[in-house]
T-cell receptor, first 117, second 110 residues
Framework: DSGVTQTPKHLITATGQRVTLRCSPR?????VYWYQQSLDQGLQFLIQ???????AKGNILERFSAQQFPDLHSELNLSSLELGDSALYFC????????????????FGAGSRLTVL | QQQVKQSPQSLIVQKGGISIINCAYE??????FPWYQQFPGKGPALLIA?????SEKKEGRFTISFNKSAKQFSLHIMDSQPGDSATYFC?????????FGAGTQVVVTP
């Protein structure tokens, strides 16, 4: 157990629907990252939050949004789902927001597998 | 546009052999280069990492070699074991944002 908790583990839904993925970071970590893992795209960085504020944005679609709450858990909202959104969605956490030079160790959860039919 | 290119896509090695995975990057601003190991049904987990001011780092059977001028780095798994069978991702980081390579599936045969 990495200490990063993601729910649900599996989710099957239909095109056009909306889903919410939830992540609880490791105790003491202030930063949360969302990654999408698909067979043809590998691990793609979506978005990062640090202590409730958006810190960095990657290849996140406009149909997707995220937030980090005061208790530091985070939710990733996926709307108007398409077949191509089927993937594993990983949440990771770290203690720091990321520094100009230095290690930033990310701890990943087990992922949420989304299947869009 | 993939900022970190990883090869090979997959490799099969016999128990006791050496597994070598290579990565190349473009952005010289990257300042941290970790390797992650992922088993089926699990999230990636940090295996070993290196900073660009070091040419080599060894932790047990795992070694990273780093060539700053060539903008390349590699992972060597010595004395490969069946338990090492997993997908390995190299990554490069700046400001904590990791850019991952496409991954290498390693299979160690008994």
């Amino acid at each position: 157990d990495s200490g990063v908790t993601q729910t649900p583990k599996h989710l099957i839904t239909a095109t056009g629907q909306r889903v919410t993925l939830r992540c609880s970071p490791r105790s003491g970590d202030l930063s949360v990252y969302w990654y999408q893992q698909s067979l043809d795209q590998g691990l793609q960085f979506l978005i990062q939050y640090y202590n409730g504020e958006e810190r960095a944005k990657g290849n996140i679609l406009e149909r997707f949004s995220a937030q980090q709450f005061p208790d530091l858990h985070s939710e990733l909202n996926l709307s108007s789902l398409e077949l191509g959104d089927s993937a594993l969605y990983f949440c990771a956490s770290s203690a720091h927001p990321g520094q100009a030079s230095g290690a930033n160790v990310l701890t990943f959860g087990a992922g949420s597998r989304l299947t869009v039919l | 546009q993939q900022q970190v290119k990883q090869s090979p896509q997959s490799l099969i090695v016999q128990k006791g052999g050496i597994s070598i995975i290579n990565c190349a990057y473009e952005n010289t601003a990257f300042d941290y280069f970790p390797w992650y190991q992922q088993f089926p049904g699990k999230g990636p987990a940090l295996l070993i990492a290196i900073r660009p001011d070091v040419s080599e780092k060894k932790e047990g059977r795992f070694t990273i070699s780093f060539n700053k001028s060539a903008k390349q780095f590699s992972l060597h798994i010595m004395d490969s074991q069946p338990g090492d069978s997993a997908t390995y991702f190299c990554a490069a980081s700046r400001w904590g944002k990791l850019q991952f390579g496409a991954g290498t599936q390693v299979v160690v045969t008994p």
